[in-house]
């Protein structure tokens, strides 16, 4: 995100959106960001606050007691919420044309939090998916493992995981002064890039390289016992069960190929092309693909409450009567709704629009 300030060669601080290579000056092109950020972060936090909101609301009040897919799914909707918290500051940074006001912690939290959600998103999925595959292809062994106590212990897991991988990002993330404006980096000062590349490529492997991988050969697994021939006698469970783990597989596959791939592509991309001081119009290629995918990759906090819907275990239905029972609450106070001797509501045929004879 932030390499406003970078020197390439030399690792001097120069002129915001310029870099070096060789005795060349190379100048980004950023003005698209400065509406492109702004815009996409406004939507991702409000869809991603009013979505995420909701689903807490339910796993809360309406799931319980909570299965093992819920487990999963209500720590993956916990993280998305608080990374949108975050957003508003973003939004005001990219805004305000890079001038960060906040002070250095709330910088490094900000920053934080995003890479946070992002990998806690990928292994919860992968989590999720593991859980439907032994649903799937070890029902009897899934009856042994896949209990809600085990899984509450896998989401502390991945949490503390993700933050003991992402504690030296809180070290490397600072701000630096840029004539009247203050920067928040994304990554580190321009010293330090070299260090934080090698750091970020580990962080990389371990928290989406592995992940990505387990998805892929779960979902094949998968996909081969899905598609063997039922019988006629299938139970009407069986086939839901069947329908819910094809849509899971579809709608994960859609965030990775959305949010997680393309980022983390253009980030690879974009952090090799400058540490071998490629040249200029290859660094403005890659950094515009690079800043396009970033809001991509905040979009997995409005994508998710999706598979919370059409994948999620009695989601979809207890929702649906969640929002019955408070349109049934609110007839029933409505002015034209009356009840008969027996408590029944009914409506006035006058109201209804009916002559009433």
Same mark, same amino acid.
């Given at each position: 995100m932030s390499f406003e300030s970078f020197t390439i060669s030399n690792r001097l601080s120069i002129p915001e959106d310029t870099s070096e290579t060789g005795n060349n000056s190379c100048r980004f092109n950023e003005e698209f960001k400065y509406i492109l950020l702004p815009v996409s972060y406004t939507i991702v936090?409000?869809?991603?606050?009013? *979505?995420?909101?909701?689903?807490?609301?339910?796993?809360?009040?309406?799931?319980? =007691?909570?299965?093992?897919?819920?487990?999963?799914?209500?720590?993956l909707?916990?993280?998305?919420?608080?990374?949108?918290?975050?957003? &508003?500051?973003?939004?005001?940074?990219?805004? @305000?044309?890079n001038n960060w006001p906040f002070g250095v912690a709330l910088c490094k939290i900000v920053r934080f939090m995003f890479y946070a959600n992002l990998y806690c998103s990928i292994i919860l999925l992968t989590c999720i998916s593991v859980h439907r595959y032994l649903g799937v292809c070890h029902p009897i062994r899934s009856l042994r493992l896949a209990k809600p106590r085990n899984a509450h212990m896998?989401?502390?897991?991945?949490?503390?995981?993700?933050?003991?991988?992402?504690? &030296? @990002? !809180?070290? %490397?993330?600072?701000?630096?002064?840029?004539?009247?404006?203050?920067?928040?980096?994304?990554?580190?000062?321009?010293?330090?890039?070299?260090?934080?590349?090698?750091?970020?490529?580990?962080?990389?492997?371990?928290? %989406?390289?592995? =992940?990505? %991988?387990?998805?892929?050969?779960?979902?094949? *697994?998968?996909?081969?016992?899905?598609?063997? &021939?039922?019988? @006629?006698?299938?139970?009407?469970?069986?086939?839901?069960?069947r329908k819910k783990s094809i849509t899971l597989i579809i709608i994960v596959l859609i965030v990775f190929a959305v949010c997680f791939v393309p980022?983390?592509?253009?980030?690879? !991309?974009?952090?090799?092309y400058r540490v071998l001081d490629a040249e200029c119009w290859v660094l403005n290629v890659i950094n515009f693909s690079y800043k396009i995918t970033r809001p991509l990759a905040s979009v997995n906090s409005c994508l998710d409450p999706i598979i919370y819907f059409m994948a999620g275990d009695h989601y979809r239905s207890r929702l649906?009567?969640?929002?019955?029972?408070?349109?049934?609450?609110?007839? !029933?106070?409505? &002015?034209?709704?009356?009840?008969? @001797?027996?408590?029944?509501?009914y409506k006035n045929p006058v109201d209804q629009g009916s002559s009433g004879s």
């Open positions: 936090f409000v869809l991603g606050l009013a *979505l995420n909101s909701v689903a807490l609301w339910m796993f809360l009040t309406k799931m319980r =007691p909570w299965n093992t897919s819920t487990v999963y799914m209500f720590h909707a916990l993280s998305d919420t608080l990374y949108v918290l975050s957003l &508003p500051t973003l939004i005001y940074y990219y805004a @305000n044309r896998v989401c502390g897991l991945v949490w503390a995981a993700v933050i003991v991988c992402l504690v &030296p @990002n !809180l070290i %490397f993330v600072n701000t630096s002064p840029r004539d009247n404006d203050t920067l928040c980096h994304d990554t580190s000062k321009p010293a330090d890039f070299e260090q934080y590349v090698t750091y970020s490529s580990v962080v990389m492997t371990l928290l %989406f390289g592995v =992940p990505f %991988f387990i998805i892929v050969v779960c979902y094949c *697994l998968m996909a081969r016992t899905l598609c063997r &021939p039922r019988l @006629n006698n299938t139970s009407q469970k069986s086939k839901n069960s980022f983390h592509i253009t980030r690879t !991309l974009y952090y090799k649906c009567q969640a929002f019955n029972k408070k349109k049934e609450s609110d007839n !029933l106070h409505s &002015p034209t709704g009356k009840k008969n @001797n027996l408590g029944l509501v």
